[in-house]
């Protein structure tokens, strides 16, 4: 079956700087691949996403690239601020074999000190 | 304000003791599906649907019901909890599923913290 594995956090910096949280995907089909961001006491966000081999997504500064080569959806930012801690989560959607189903990784606790 | 709304956000309960969290999205959705989300294992999802009366398995479906006889409302059900049921739930929903895909996400409640003792 499908599933995500995403870094081990949580995962702690300072500001301003640069951050990389892994995701790489176990898929049968095509997936879509996402990254959400759940601030505290509130339900998930999308953050941005990438449907095909090599597309990148990016939203807010955050970047992902969909890599099919490596299966994998790393996320990045250059430059963080303490506004984006958060828990991080990255999913896949399998369209062609598990219609209607949405597989998620386990999330990443990220916490950004002044 | 578009939203999906849960309901309650915490709940206590007995084992054994039936008990229903609601569901209610005001956009207009065809999908919506349930999720919990527990340490060390992620968000897994539990049930979904594609629309009025169509309802699917997801990955733990077991000890739950759920209904779709209306297309804003989407309850969660435990007809016997039990304390491995205690969980952080999430309902998601989305215009539909491939539109879920393609970009627009999905738009999740803000969660229901279940402890079943």
């Known amino acids: 079956g499908n599933s995500v594995t995403q870094m081990e956090g949580p995962v702690t910096l300072s500001e301003e700087a640069f951050l990389t949280i892994n995701c790489t995907y176990t898929a049968t089909g095509y997936p879509s691949l996402f990254w959400y961001v759940q601030y505290p006491g509130e339900g998930l966000q999308l953050l941005l996403k990438?449907?095909?081999?090599?597309d990148k997504g990016s939203n807010k500064g955050f970047e992902a690239t969909y890599r099919k080569e490596t299966t994998s959806f790393h996320l990045e930012k250059g430059s963080v601020q303490v506004s984006d801690s958060a828990v991080y989560f990255c999913?896949?959607?399998?369209?062609?074999?598990?219609?209607?189903?949405?597989?998620f990784g386990d999330g990443t606790t990220l916490t950004v000190k002044p | 304000e578009a939203q999906v709304t849960q309901n309650p956000r915490y709940l206590i309960t007995v084992t054994g003791k039936k008990l229903t969290v609601t569901c209610s999205q005001n956009?207009?959705?065809?999908?919506m599906s349930w999720y919990r989300q527990d340490p060390g294992l992620g968000l897994r999802q539990i049930y979904y649907s594609m629309n009025v009366e169509v309802t699917d398995k997801g990955d733990v479906p077991e000890g739950y019901k759920v209904s779709r006889k209306e297309k804003r409302n989407f309850p969660l059900i435990l007809e016997s909890p039990s304390p491995n049921q205690t969980s952080l739930y999430f309902c998601?929903?989305?215009?539909?599923?491939?539109?879920?895909?393609?970009?627009?996400?999905?738009?999740f409640g803000s969660g229901t913290r279940l402890t079943v003792v």
């Open positions: 998601a929903s989305s215009p539909t599923w491939d539109r879920g895909l393609s970009g627009y996400g999905y738009t």
């Open positions: 999913a896949l959607s399998d369209r062609d074999t598990n219609a209607g189903k949405s597989t």
């Open positions: 990438a449907t095909k081999a090599d």
């Open positions: 956009m207009n959705h065809e999908y």
